[in-house]
């Protein structure tokens, strides 16, 4: 009975090591990647400043994979050791002042997976050419249409990835994004605003006067002297567009973000990303 009792509480203590060894090897990507890469030599270098990144990341925003992922990405394509540790201090940054953001508004994931997941989506958003000031009034202006609630950041990824590439001057494309987050549309029905918008600006109008009627069309309930309360905006049948996302290192490969500005060994501009939308 007592061997029994004895193999058992050895099982559970066995299962639960290898539970919490592979939490902290989830949790440590960066320091993974030196460990088993094979191109983790060329980078020796730099490991010094990207685990303290990772800890940072960790510290900030609970997970240090969207770093790991693009430390990969880059040292797949070659990008030189100091090029690659620049650009990914200025990522990291960004998204680190993402997630002040979210803790400022009690919209901070307390999840791994969950903060995973959405830093990943916001990495996307700000290297296809926004800053945390475009994030910031993305998630304002969500939580002025749905509350505080856990769809708030995901509703404001949704209208920076229907805008992206669009050109547009700062104070426009802030007054744009807080019309789209706060507006009635849901999520999938904000990637028509790219066919809406080539469809007005075809008429000669400026980009100023096109975000205007955009703003109108897909912002707050507008209500209308001849008609009920009901929002404007794109039929429902309209065909969202699907661009390529920017990944910063390359080509697009996955739809929804424009590229932005590769990173690689003939790019001369470190740790640069794309132009801001700005209008077309």
Do not use: C
Not at 78 to 99: C, D, M, W
Not at 184 to 199: C, I, K, N, Y
């Amino acid at each position: 009975m007592n061997k029994n009792i004895a193999s058992r509480s050895t099982r559970i203590l066995i299962t639960l090591v290898l539970l919490f060894s592979t939490r902290i090897a989830a949790a440590q990507e960066v320091e993974a990647w030196f460990a088993r890469a094979k191109e983790a030599n060329a980078y020796a270098s730099i490991k010094p400043v990207l685990l303290a990144l990772a800890e940072e990341s960790r510290s900030g925003m609970l997970t240090d994979k969207p770093l790991a992922d693009r430390l990969v990405e880059g040292a797949k394509k070659g990008v030189a050791p100091q090029k690659l540790a620049s650009v990914l201090k200025e990522e990291t940054s960004r998204l680190l002042s993402a997630a002040t953001a979210l803790r400022e508004r009690e919209l901070m994931p307390t999840d791994r997976v969950v903060a995973t997941r959405l830093f990943t989506q916001i990495d996307i958003a700000l290297r296809a050419g926004f800053d945390v000031a475009d994030f910031e009034a993305a998630l304002d202006g969500a939580l002025k249409s749905l509350g505080k609630t856990k769809a708030v950041p995901s509703r404001a990824i949704a209208v920076l990835s229907a805008i992206a590439g669009i050109r547009l001057e700062n104070s426009e494309r802030i007054e744009l994004i807080s019309a789209l987050s706060a507006g009635p549309f849901p999520d999938d029905r904000l990637q028509s605003v790219r066919s809406t918008w080539a469809g007005i600006a075809s008429k000669n109008l400026s980009p100023a006067e096109t975000a205007k009627i955009i703003a109108e069309s897909f912002g707050p309930t507008l209500l209308r002297p001849d008609r009920d309360a009901r929002p404007l905006g794109p039929p429902a049948g309209s065909h969202p567009l699907q661009p390529g996302r920017g990944d910063g290192m390359g080509p697009p490969t996955t739809p929804g973000m424009p590229a932005d500005k590769p990173i690689g060994p003939g790019n001369t501009t470190p740790g640069k990303s794309a132009q801001k939308p700005s209008g077309h």
